[in-house]
């Protein structure tokens, strides 16, 4: 699949670096946002502890892609240009500052406020010393019969080289002097990533890592258990003292593809490769002595500057499991996604979607009629192909699962597996092998690029015609992440976007040089041209003296070719509306250049992740949905599609339910200023506060359909 665009052409007009807001600050800044809401009194305090669990997640991946990019390009003396014109060394000073502070307002967010609140909601995480002695004996019980079998003590003397550390790998550097010899010794201990990072203490019955029901709940973090029990790993030695400390490593992959004859085995082997990969990251306690960090420097061949002091607990990220723990009260409240009453009323997913187009706003709208789709396209003895695309299914997919089903009822099924879906890889590798060993014809997309897109075709035999039916979306089949992530998917058995579905499958398994599409736009080929057509009408529009608007809801604005075409049409007098939830590299409100500019990011219950774009006044606008964000990967490096929404009413289901509650917000959602940074918009005093995902729930469970009682048979029976 081949570019059929210009390379980037560099704009004079706009060269001022201060024009633009520097990728990997702003990286930084949506972690600050999603901070902030651990920071929060108005959530439920177990949804606190979610928001820090997954800013720590956030940025360990921070480190482990973005930095240790920065890291191989300064090794590499390399000298890339930012727009922002930071050098690589003064990106990677900025970020430890940052970077720094962050875990600092994190750890003391912890200590001070969060566990002080779930020990009095009657989850209580405790130290050693604060357990009775009866609670440490059994806690010593659990330790030798639990956790004593998993664990390999590693001594560090001239007959035990240092040992390999893995990525986000929490180990102990135990110090011990042998009372015979009065000899110093060190060794290291890892905490295992197999075992709960909390066990649950429970007397009688004594200590378990299954919670229970039962108030309060005392949990004791693994390493603290181990760091209380290491007379058991090293007997006769008395232990001075344990010191906590994290790796990070480089887990980016790096593929030859050209060089590469099997990409399903050349990705095998380098994600085994990847947990190897050099360390960018080690987090300490900050009571560790000077020698053993100065020894963990030169092991792990990092600097000073890479090494950040933690008060508390280290890799917060492992606060996750609390948050399941059974405390339903101390949560969101639960609610039942919709379905829509067409899909309800139909004989079957076919009928409903030749009725009309369908749309499904997860995760307000249940996942189950697409999976209803695929189980009944596998077993409708009607259908003769089915053609998917799969970046992220997770683990034990329903899709899958109907893929295989429907290859074993002898259809055409062909799948695109991304298998550098970051972090992934491993899950798409085995389910790829099991569709190929179903029958499946699968493929990988095309070299050199990443197949983004998401999907899904099939073609069904109706009289004496073939009819394509066509799921296009925002977000991945994934059923998990479809409860929590907002993504837009559209039903349509439109004839034109039917034959765009087929050539662009045809492309990925194929060889093609197809630069038009009937309806659909796709990248490499044209995406940001698109774009940028469609940013110039409205520029030509405002200076013809007509309303211009441009309304774009995604997650990362990164283009430098956009942005600059946004600079233009604000400059023309177009009114522009950026919903970006992470990462911005335009500025807003630049006089002369941006005024007409409003940024927003909105952090919320759930991970705002469609990708929304509206260009044109009220009633003459044109309305996207797409797969794509707009940065250079996105139009340059992956395949990605752009699909019109013509259905009026779903339109205006957009409008009311992705669009409306944004401008509403009053409480979740951040506003940018020109320098780059962020201010949340608090209400008025005599204002009630409104969050915009909040309200679009209320709206769904004011609306729901009176077919409560919904509920169809995954496995059909055959079809005429």
């Not at 900025?94 to 989850?123: C, F, T, W």
């Not at 349509?492 to 009937?518: P, Q, V």
């Not at 469609?610 to 250079?632: K, N, Q, T, V």
Request: charged share 25%.
């Amino acid at each position: 699949m081949a570019k059929s665009e210009p390379p980037d052409a560099a704009d004079t007009e706009f060269d001022d670096r201060s024009l633009y807001v520097n990728r990997e600050v702003s990286w930084l800044a949506f972690d600050q946002r999603v901070l902030d809401q651990a920071g929060d009194p108005a959530w439920p305090l177990l949804e606190r502890v979610k928001f820090l669990a997954i800013h720590s997640s956030n940025l360990d991946e921070f480190f482990m892609i973005r930095v240790s990019g920065l890291h191989e390009q300064l090794d590499a003396e390399i000298t890339e240009p930012v727009p922002d014109g930071l050098s690589t060394a003064d990106q990677l000073a900025k970020i430890r500052e940052i970077a720094q502070r962050q875990l600092n307002v994190a750890a003391h967010l912890y200590l001070d406020e969060l566990s002080p609140a779930l020990a009095d909601a009657g989850i209580r995480i405790r130290s050693w010393s604060s357990l009775s002695p009866e609670l440490q004996a059994a806690a010593r019980a659990y330790f030798r019969t639990s956790v004593f079998p998993v664990l390999t003590p590693l001594a560090l003397d001239p007959g035990h080289p240092f040992p390999f550390l893995s990525n986000l790998s929490l180990s102990l550097a135990v110090q011990a002097t042998d009372p015979k010899t009065s000899e110093s010794r060190l060794a290291f201990v890892k905490v295992p990533e197999t075992l709960a990072r909390f066990v649950q203490i429970a007397i009688p019955g004594g200590i378990s890592d299954a919670p229970v029901t039962d108030t309060p709940i005392d949990l004791l973090a693994l390493e603290e258990l181990m760091e209380n029990n290491l007379d058991d790993l090293f007997p006769g030695m008395f232990i001075e003292a344990a010191y906590p400390f994290r790796v990070t490593r480089d887990m980016d992959l790096e593929i030859l593809e050209d060089e590469a004859s099997d990409l399903l085995s050349a990705v095998d082997r380098e994600v085994r490769r990847r947990r190897f990969g050099a360390a960018v990251r080690l987090e300490v306690a900050p009571r560790i002595p000077p020698d053993i960090r100065a020894m963990l420097l030169n092991k792990l061949e990092i600097e000073a500057d890479d090494v950040y002091e933690v008060e508390g607990p280290l890799g917060l990220s492992g606060l996750m499991p609390i948050t399941v723990l059974p405390r339903p009260q101390l949560r969101d409240s639960a609610f039942s996604a919709r379905v829509p009453v067409q899909w309800q009323e139909a004989l079957d997913p076919f009928a409903a979607i030749r009725q009309s187009d369908i749309l499904l706003h997860h995760p307000y709208d249940s996942f189950t009629p697409v999976l209803e789709f695929l189980s009944y396209a596998a077993d409708d003895p009607n259908v003769l192909a089915i053609k998917m695309i799969m970046y992220r299914t997770g683990a034990k997919s329903e899709a899958v699962k109907a893929l295989i089903r429907a290859a074993e009822n002898s259809k055409q099924v062909a799948v695109s597996i991304e298998l550098k879906a970051r972090f992934d890889e491993e899950n798409n590798i085995g389910q790829a092998r099991a569709l190929e060993r179903a029958g499946v014809h699968v493929f990988y997309g095309t070299a050199g690029f990443k197949t983004h897109a998401k999907a899904l075709l099939v073609v069904r035999r109706e009289g004496s015609e073939l009819r394509r039916y066509v799921h296009l979306s925002t977000g991945n089949y994934n059923a998990v992440s479809a409860k929590i992530y907002t993504d837009t998917g559209l039903f349509t058995c439109d004839t034109n976007i039917g034959e765009d579905a087929s050539e662009l499958f045809n492309a990925l398994s194929g060889f093609s040089n197809k630069s038009e599409y009937r309806k659909l736009c796709v990248a490499p080929v044209r995406l940001r041209l698109d774009i940028l057509e469609q940013i110039e009408k409205q520029t030509e529009r405002a200076r013809a003296g007509k309303d211009g608007r441009i309304f774009a809801k995604l997650n990362s604005i990164v283009d430098k070719r956009v942005i600059q075409a946004l600079y233009r049409a604000s400059q023309a007098g177009v009114q522009i509306e950026l919903v970006v939830r992470g990462i911005c590299c335009l500025r807003p409100g630049v006089a002369g250049v941006s005024e007409n500019i409003q940024v927003r990011s909105m952090v919320g219950r759930f991970l705002e992740h469609e990708r929304i774009f509206l260009f044109g006044p009220a009633g003459e606008e044109e309305l996207y949905l797409s797969s794509a964000d707009w940065m250079p990967r996105n139009f340059d490096r992956r395949v990605e599609v752009m699909f019109p929404i013509a259905n009026e009413v779903i339109r205006r289901q957009i409008v009311t339910e992705c669009l409306t509650p944004i401008a509403l917000d009053n409480c979740r959602v951040y506003e940018m200023d020109s320098d780059g940074s962020y201010h949340r918009r608090r209400p008025l005093p005599e204002e009630a506060r409104i969050d915009a995902q909040m309200h679009t729930l209320d709206r769904v469970r004011r609306n729901r359909p009176r077919s409560v009682n919904y509920s169809r048979s995954v496995r059909p029976l055959a079809m005429k």
